[in-house]
Nanobody
Framework: QVQLVESGGGSVQAGGSLRLSCAASGGTFSTLSMSWFRQAPGKEREFAAAISRGGYSTVYVDSVKGRFTISRDNAKNTVYLQMNNLKPEDTAVYYC?????????????????WGQGTQVTVSS
């Protein structure tokens, strides 16, 4: 059973940066495509970014392109989300998720493994 633990959330002012981490255990990390989702207050959980098993392919939702960067270190069983030029609308709980089958899927129903989430708050 894959277990995911996020860290790195916090409170920043608009224009600031944060780096989220998601540590995986209980599975072969290099066989998992990894994604970050986020859920703002009162809204549904939405896809933010994904990275392929080997880290060679990435995809982003339009609202974070050019500001967020997803990466992974398979030796450390960890996926990262570097978030720059943060905006108040980025305020959300951020979740990492693992996909054994496909890369870049955007429907939460496609994911079997989720972390507990980490809060990101951006003030104006």
């Amino acid at each position: 059973q894959v277990q995911l633990v996020e860290s790195g959330g916090g409170s920043v002012q608009a224009g600031g940066s944060l780096r989220l981490s998601c540590a995986a255990s209980g599975g072969t990390f290099s066989t998992l495509s990894m994604s970050w989702f986020r859920q703002a207050p009162g809204k549904e959980r939405e896809f933010a970014a994904a990275i392929s098993r080997g880290g060679y392919s990435t995809v982003y939702v339009d609202s974070v392109k050019g500001r967020f960067t997803i990466s992974r270190d398979n030796a450390k069983n960890t996926v990262y989300l570097q978030m720059n030029n943060l905006k108040p609308e980025d305020t959300a709980v951020y979740y990492c998720a693992a996909d054994r089958t496909y890369y870049g899927r955007r429907d939460i129903k496609d994911y079997d493994h989720w972390g507990q989430g980490t809060q990101v708050t951006v003030s104006s």
